[in-house]
């Protein structure tokens, strides 16, 4: 009867470590984020991103306001007072001084044809164009800064695991020979020795936990919350850049780097604000039509004059005219200059990044190749050192020699995942489909 009780109470306890579990699992299934999930949460609040898109806004309602002043206007003009008609005989009654009157007038005016807002309405099309450009920038600028943060957080979590593992070791070393030592076995050296290494790979671990709060307040800055567990990178495969050329990087970066387009819109924008300013000059026609009425109280009389009429103006002398001209020249030579400047920054960016990339496949193969060589030497020193074949120092320095090519690989792996990012951003092909590429190489 005991005996049944105690496989029942046994089952039971069984039972309950295994809800728990699956309740703890269950919890940090769902505090677990990829980098989708942050992507979403950092596109949905990042400031720099929202503030281009309200220029965006603004440059829209810029283009709608010169649209609209090539419209049709509508005033309406009235007055009351006293005065005096001079001169003024009617039916042999003549207007005394103090005299008062009502007047209204309504004028209806229709450019017909408005050089200065045709050129305006042209560059404010061409603002809209370089502003929708920068919001495209900030967004692959937000995708790569997603990226980046998200890696460089796996990667201190990775870098924080060695030290972990390089201080339980040493620890392990520092109290065998510290028992040794009591048994009269051991070495004072080696003792000093130890405890040399496990003070360094303390202080490596606090460097190393440093580095992942650093990590972490980046991405946290740019998602607006505190950061979850993340899902962490399967193993993969180095790639080279596809195509493995730069001049096709080089050729894509020209034709779709948001930047580039920008420069060009803006200098389009100042060639026809420059335009605008030379069309000073030209003559304004203008249809219009009025109707107008005059009462006097004096007399009955009730004077309405309705009018349709074409008007032509222009310009004989205005000397800020041509100093504007000069001004807006100006203003189209500094941005010709820096669509220049932004080409060659775009290029060298570019060429760069490509590099990058080829250098992060070698290093992460060589990174791999180091790490597998640095475990088999850290397996058989570590029987060597067993069976009294191997000192206490070769031990240690195999263990830093381990720690080291761990450091290595993990920095490499990471590195080369966001120089794949870098180089498309360069390029100006970064997108959310990119995302979504990323983190499918992520454990879920």
């Not at 040493?170 to 050296?189: H, M, N, P, R, S």
């Not at 605008?276 to 109707?291: E, F």
Request: proline share 3%.
């Amino acid at each position: 009867m005991i005996r049944q009780f105690q496989n029942c109470f046994h089952s039971l306890f069984l039972f309950f470590v295994c809800f728990c579990s699956n309740l703890v699992l269950s919890s940090f299934a769902k505090t677990q984020e990829d980098l989708a999930q942050i992507f979403q949460e950092a596109l949905e609040s990042d400031p720099i991103l929202s503030r281009e898109n309200y220029l965006f806004n603004g440059s829209q309602a810029g283009v709608s306001l010169a649209r609209a002043a090539l419209g049709p206007t509508l005033s309406v003009n009235a007055a009351a007072g006293e005065g005096s008609l001079i001169n003024v005989n009617i039916n042999s009654f003549s207007l005394a001084t103090g005299t008062s009157f009502e007047f209204y007038t309504v004028l209806l005016t229709q450019p017909l044809f408005d050089g200065q807002k045709l050129s305006a309405l042209k560059a404010a099309k061409y603002q809209r164009q370089a502003q929708s450009s920068a919001v495209q920038y900030q967004k692959q600028q937000l995708i790569l800064r997603v990226v980046q943060a998200y890696f460089g957080v796996l990667q201190a979590q990775a870098n924080e695991r060695v030290a972990e593992s390089e201080l339980a070791l040493y620890e392990e070393i520092l109290k065998q020979t510290e028992a040794f030592l009591k048994t009269g076995k051991g070495d004072v050296v080696a003792v000093k020795e130890a405890k040399a290494r496990f003070d360094l790979s303390q202080s490596n671990l606090i460097t190393a936990k440093n580095a992942l709060n650093i990590a972490k307040a980046i991405l946290e800055r740019i998602i607006h919350k505190p950061v979850a567990e993340l899902a962490d990178v399967v193993e993969i495969s180095p790639m080279n850049p596809t195509p493995n050329s730069m001049d096709p990087w080089v050729k894509m970066a020209i034709a779709n780097q948001p930047l580039i387009k920008q420069a060009k819109a803006l200098l389009d924008a100042s060639y026809a604000q420059l335009e605008q300013n030379k069309r000073a000059h030209w003559p304004v026609l203008s249809l219009m039509g009025s109707t107008s009425q005059l009462a006097v109280n004096a007399i009955p009389v009730n004077l309405q004059v309705a009018a349709g009429f074409l008007t032509l103006s222009m310009p004989l002398y205005d000397g800020q005219i041509d100093q504007r001209i000069k001004q807006s020249q100006a203003q189209a030579r500094a941005t010709s200059e820096a669509l220049r400047n932004t080409s060659d920054q775009a290029k060298l960016d570019t060429e760069e990044a490509f590099l990058n990339l080829q250098s992060s496949v070698l290093q992460l193969k060589s990174a791999k190749t180091a790490l597998d060589s640095a475990q088999t030497s850290y397996e058989a020193t570590k029987k060597g050192y067993e069976i009294g074949t191997r000192s206490i120092v070769d031990l240690l320095t195999v263990i830093a020699d381990l720690s080291n090519a761990k450091r290595n690989y993990y920095n490499a792996l990471y590195n080369h995942i966001v120089s794949r990012a870098q180089l498309k951003a360069a390029a100006g092909i970064l997108a959310e489909e990119d995302i979504m590429a990323f983190n499918s190489i992520l454990k879920k």
